[in-house]
């Protein structure tokens, strides 16, 4: 059986560095590594608009934002596809069909979802003064759709963040569903999750769970270094540690956190030396020191942020340089979106013929019904 991937994300804003650590640094990996037969990225605007219905232009305006942070990021258009969700009208008419699979009951039950509703305040009731106030329907159903997403591809391996968990699980479901009820047709996925705890869930600058666009709480991978700068300055670190002296918590301390996804150990060989502050010195050679001495008291929020804002500038100075140059070509990032879904039109055509084969709606091709 072959090996493909899919995986994607909503065009509500630039990629942060929640998606790069949960996906987006692992799809370069794994592109590069050659071990699949095929690499689909989506750019799910279709989804984005279940909850922005009323501003079509905010995704509209971010396709091309998301290609970008793709292609800098190091997507390689000669080794993945990278493709427009609506314009592969294949995967809304697979949607159709599962949703016959799947009870409301189901989705009700589906955390993601009941997490996602209570984040951008859809409330329980409707008493239609409002068409904001309850659960756009698009909105509830988006897990079904994501299986469309996933399985029109025949994708075995899906790469993501922890989040996306309960959605593979729907998925993985709808596929044993459809092939009891129809026949063997479709190919249920693996998650990939990500190998480090740090990033499964990166949480945002103001330590809440998620770093998240809609939250606010990002580090944007188009970020300048004084911007990176002045966010990590501004980050939530442990509340009662007061004085340098003061011994800190490490744990849920987002500035750990974020140094456990990222730090390498050339960091602290290359930094090491640039933060020796009046009082307090640089004295640890890797991150268990630095967490050991934090624990202790003795090392400062001021050091330690500055050093986290090194080790991502870092990361991230290769990504804004080559961001630099996509953006002098922008038709030529369309042109990659254009292949890339021809590409994705073919693929998802032929999963649909299956499907419709396999539930025998394939009217005008069944000589047994026709009789000739
Ligand atoms: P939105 O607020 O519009 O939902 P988002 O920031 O949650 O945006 P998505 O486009 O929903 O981003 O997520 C795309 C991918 O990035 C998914 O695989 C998701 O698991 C992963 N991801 C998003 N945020 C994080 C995070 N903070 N840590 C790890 N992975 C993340
Ligand atoms: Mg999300």
Redesign the pocket.
Known sequence: MSKIIL???????R?????Y????RRRVELQNQGGFDKIFIMI?DA??LT??ADNPEKVRQNIIQVALDYLSAGLDPGKVNIFIQSMVPQLTELTFYYMNLVTVQRLQRNPTVKQ?IK?RGFSETDDGSDNKAGTPVGFFCYPISQAADITAFKATTV??????EPMLEQCREIVRKFNATYGETLVEPEILL?ENAA??????TDGKA??????GN?IYLSDSEEEVNRKVRGMFTDPGHLQVSDPGKVEGNPVFTYLDAFSRPEHFERYASCFVGKKASFSFKNLDEAKAQYRAGGLGDIMLKNFLSAVLNETLEPIRQRRAELEKDIPGVWDILRKGTEEAVKAAQATLDDVRKSMRIDYFNDSTLIGR
């Open positions: 995986t994607g994300d909503r065009p509500t804003g990629l942060h560095l929640g998606h650590v949960g996906s987006l799910a989804q984005a909850d922005n996602e984040l790469p993501v963040g922890e989040d996306q990500p990033c499964l869930r990166l949480p945002g998620k770093m998240s666009k809609s939250l990002c």
